[in-house]
């Protein structure tokens, strides 16, 4: 009996726990939010920062507002005037990186150089325009933090910060280069508060790229300084040399191109292909309908998985043989087959969310019609445009799937659809009602290989942490559901055995 009343106690405590844990959560929920502080807050000029109901706050993009307590607000004043320094401030006692206070600078001399670098002729920092996420932060830290916020028994949690970094001390002062956020003092040279290691910053520039239109720009995060090369602070193992420059594939920024034009090397950021398989040779710089930039070689296709980190090989190379001409983006022919490129995504069921894979196909086209490819027109200056082959017309997508178009190229179900088409004011939701109505028509295809990125669970894991409090309460509620209902069957068994002996 002892044993139960224990157990009861132990499984209460349980509950009450999990139900303190549940209102922390929840009452985390109801703190200042940025919407109230947009609404019914004053911004200080054009700051991050904002007062609102006494109190100073700042605005942390992906994590909303921070309160500062420590500020003194009769002092308190942002020290830039762009956007790139709408994040730093300072007080009479302090200098601020968004809500966080940065040491040793002195508020009085401090001063923003340009691009979020800040000095006080002694010390330098880097605060940089945009919040990042806080690595330092486990999912299980988070949560514990949430909770205790809500109750007011911590200060919120800095899942998202801005990263400020310290540069060297010099003697020199820091000044900016290139008209970007690139500082030097003569010596020491860094990019974002990055150093870039060895790099001669009287030489130092930008690397030429090569747009999808054949134009050229100064690529923002290839460098060299006559000498060395470097992806943004990362040293590349590459000598300067002529033929170098950066490729740029439309709808995939976050992936950067360097190419050898001598070799046919490649380097992806800051990692280099095997150069065993090279010459490389990248098949399309158009990315409307892709989601890999993909690699020709005598030895395959390749593509960089960004997922596993590694050059993987997706199949044996179709453009080996034959002349191959890129009639259309993504779209290419040898005079007799056809070629295109289609990107999808496969995502997970409401049991299992989120993205699973993405995959870059290359397709031939079966369709029966023969011939040479004639172009009929250009839909509008930039949707796409009109081909004929044989008897069959079809129209060449250059929206993407950003804008609904799955495909790089539909079929007209009537031929008198093109006058539609080539109309010079046509929008972008007629050629989507025009799918939906079948009027564009899916081609027959043959896959002829896929470059795929698998996604992990990672994200998953961080999303079902949250319910935790809520899978531990129900936990204790059927326990003690469970240890009651026996307790009642005990005393029905006890008392049917009274009766039976009566």
Not at 140 to 158: A, D, I, M, R, S
Not at 213 to 237: I, P, T, W
Not at 429 to 457: C, F, G, H, T, W
């Amino acid at each position: 009996m002892k044993l139960a009343k224990y157990l009861l106690a132990l499984l209460g405590i349980l509950v009450l726990l999990s139900l303190i844990f549940c209102i922390g959560i929840v009452m985390s929920w109801n703190k200042a939010s940025s919407n109230d502080i947009d609404r019914d807050g004053a911004r200080v000029d054009n700051s991050i920062y904002s007062l609102y109901q006494g109190h100073l706050y700042a605005d942390v993009p992906s994590n909303g507002v921070y309160r500062m307590d420590q500020v003194d607000l009769n002092s308190f004043k942002p020290i830039g005037d762009d956007y790139r320094s709408r994040q730093i401030a300072v007080d009479r006692q302090q200098v601020y990186c968004g809500n966080l206070s940065l040491p040793k600078l002195n508020p009085t001399l401090t001063r923003h150089i340009g691009y979020g670098y800040i000095s006080d002729g002694t010390y330098h920092f880097y605060c940089p325009p945009m919040s990042e996420s806080n690595l330092d932060l486990g999912s299980l830290q988070q949560l514990y933090q949430q909770f205790l916020y809500g109750l007011n028994w911590g200060p919120k949690p800095q899942s998202y910060q801005y990263q400020f970094v310290e540069l060297a001390q010099s003697s020199q002062p820091y000044r900016l280069i290139l008209d970007r956020n690139i500082a030097t003092n003569g010596e020491q040279t860094y990019i974002a508060g990055q150093l870039m290691p060895k790099a001669d910053p009287t030489r130092l520039a930008r690397l030429p790229q090569k747009m999808s239109d054949a134009k050229l720009k100064q690529s923002e995060v290839y460098f060299s300084d006559g000498r060395r090369v470097y992806y943004r602070e990362h040293l590349l193992d590459l000598p300067a040399q002529d033929g170098l420059y950066a490729v740029e594939i439309d709808g995939l920024s976050q992936q950067n191109y360097l190419m050898l034009q001598s070799s046919g090397q490649v380097y992806q950021n800051d990692i280099a292909f095997d150069p065993q398989h090279a010459p490389y040779q990248l098949i399309s710089p158009y990315g409307q309908h892709v989601l890999h930039a993909l690699f020709a070689s005598k030895d395959g296709i390749f593509f960089y998985n960004t997922q596993t980190k590694t050059l993987q090989r997706a199949g044996d190379n179709p453009f080996l043989v034959g002349q191959w001409q890129e009639i259309a983006p993504l779209i290419f022919s040898d005079g007799q087959d056809t070629l295109f490129l289609q990107g999808s995504e496969s995502w997970g069921s409401n049991r299992n969310p989120g993205l699973k894979s993405r995959t870059t196909h290359v397709y031939k086209l079966t369709e029966s019609a023969t011939g040479q490819w004639e172009k009929l027109g250009i839909v509008s200056p930039h949707f796409g445009s009109i081909w004929k082959k044989g008897a069959d017309v079809y129209y060449f997508d250059q929206l993407g799937r950003t804008q609904g178009l799955s495909a790089p190229l539909y079929r007209l179900d009537d031929p008198s659809l093109v006058s539609v088409l080539l109309k010079a004011d046509i929008r972008v939701n007629e050629i989507r009602q025009l799918i939906r109505d079948k009027r564009l028509l899916p081609v027959k295809k043959e896959m002829l290989l896929s470059a795929v990125s698998r996604y992990s669970k990672t994200g998953e894991i961080r999303l079902s942490l949250p319910p935790l409090p809520l899978i531990l309460f129900i936990l204790a509620v059927g326990l003690l559901l469970q240890y009651w209902i026996r307790r009642v069957q005990k005393k029905a068994a006890k008392s049917t055995g009274n009766s039976t002996q009566c």
